[in-house]
């Protein structure tokens, strides 16, 4: 027993030692290592198993990590540190982010928007996500800066981190060794400088023009749109309209796989428009897109459950209860599992129902036939007491599933 102790005394305090070594010379060194790994001009894959925990490093050893971030994407050589730097970002958010102060919030919101459009964005933000603190995260630098991306302002510096990145692709190389076999064939060229220029020519040529289309493509993620709504950014309006009717001209216009929009991009952009105010756009998805959909669809009709935290409209959610509950679908929850979009509905509601009664809290391990009598039960309920009915969007309940 003494001996047990012991080990587990001995266990403990090589622990506490272990992490009390994670300070800032620790994850320095390890990234001064891996940046040696990834600085290279072919293509080198990220090693994703090996994040790092960043919980025990203090304010100061974070905002020094920040700086050194920054400079992985200063660097103007390396596509893959672009990568690297994306990634530290993202692990830095993520990896228990309740951890991180305020200020280095602040900063790592700034960092990531400011190299948005940089190879391998580590997409930090989540517009669904609950923080009652989240709108404090953007500082005025960021909101700029969000104006920026809005209103597809690229850079040069953009346009030669994308021109490096496009460099280390074996497509392009494949591409462009195909026109310049077809230009030696054509020209009858035998000459081995020749052969190298028109080799340099197209190449440089090709790898350039398709950046430069790349990058304009580029557009802000569906949450970065969302988010704009949430930050009360009236003065995005015009530019968000504006992006929203060239993507619909877009989707209208363009062949499979050279759409530069998506479905997604154009909900994303009524979203944001509707939580700014704008009735029109309130109007649209009350009229065409309440409709119940499969569990990770994205579909610009289908309306998400989670969509009801972002709006807070209690008239959403009578909408989505008289559209979709006697509708009479089968919603898929699974891949080989279907339920009832009665079901389904007041599963999607139940959890926003503040005032609910107890004996309609949902029971655990429910047979099926007890969960369609529950969601009967409930819908009663609610359709009975529709004056007293009292919705609560900070998510207290969890959802049945």
């Known amino acids: 027993m003494k001996k047990l102790f012991l080990v ?3 266990t403990f305090l090589f622990c506490n030692l272990y992490a009390q070594q994670r300070d800032f010379a620790f994850f320095n060194h390890r990234i001064d290592s891996l940046t040696q790994i990834y600085s290279t001009k072919e293509w080198q894959e990220m090693i994703y198993g090996n994040y790092f ?19 992985l994407f200063e660097q103007e050589e390396y596509a893959n540190l672009y990568r690297y730097g994306h990634r530290i970002i993202y692990d ?16 790592l919101i700034e960092l990531y928007l400011q190299y948005y459009f940089y190879p391998g964005t580590s997409r930090i933000i989540d517009s669904y996500r609950y923080d009652k603190n989240r709108n404090l995260y953007f500082t005025k630098k960021s909101k700029q800066r969000i104006i920026e991306l809005l209103e597809n ?9 994308c ?27 035998q000459n081995d400088t020749i052969i190298q220029q028109i080799r340099d020519s197209v190449y440089t040529e090709y790898v350039s023009a398709a950046t430069k289309k790349d990058l ?14 949430l930050l009360d950014m009236k003065e995005c309006i015009p530019a968000l309209k504006k992006n929203m009717e060239s993507c619909i001209a877009n989707m209208d216009t363009c062949d499979f796989g050279t759409c530069r929009c998506s479905r997604d991009d154009i909900k994303a952009y009524r979203y944001a428009l509707a939580k700014l105010g704008d009735k029109e756009q309130r109007q649209y998805i009350l009229d065409n897109l309440m409709n119940i959909g499969n569990n990770n669809y994205s579909d610009e009709k289908y309306f998400d459950r989670k969509d009801f935290s972002y709006f807070r409209d209690d008239e959403m959610i009578w909408r989505y209860i008289k559209i979709n509950y006697s509708s009479g679908k089968m919603i898929g929850i699974l891949s080989d599992v279907y339920i009832s979009a009665s079901l389904k509905t007041m599963n999607d509601v139940y959890p926003f129902i503040k005032n609910i009664p107890k004996e309609l809290i949902f029971p655990d391990f429910a047979t099926d036939k007890e969960e369609n009598q529950w969601a009967q039960s409930l ?17 207290e309940k969890k959802f049945p599933w």
């Open 8 to 10: 587990i005394i001995s």
């Open 53 to 71: 925990d960043y919980t025990n490093l203090n304010v100061k050893g974070k905002e020094k990590l920040i700086i050194k971030v920054r400079k």
């Open 92 to 107: 830095m958010w993520w990896m228990y982010p309740n951890n991180n102060s305020l200020e280095i919030k602040q900063k």
């Open 153 to 161: 302002k690229k850079t040069d510096k953009e346009y030669l981190a």
């Open 163 to 189: 021109l490096n990145y496009r460099k280390t692709l074996s497509s392009s190389i494949t591409v462009s060794e195909h026109f310049i076999k077809l230009l030696i064939k054509e020209r009858n060229v």
């Open 216 to 229: 304009e493509s580029l557009q802000l993620e569906p949450d970065l749109i969302r988010m704009i709504g």
């Open 379 to 395: 819908y009663d309920w609610v359709m009975a007491n529709k004056d007293k009915v009292e919705f609560d969007y900070e998510g």
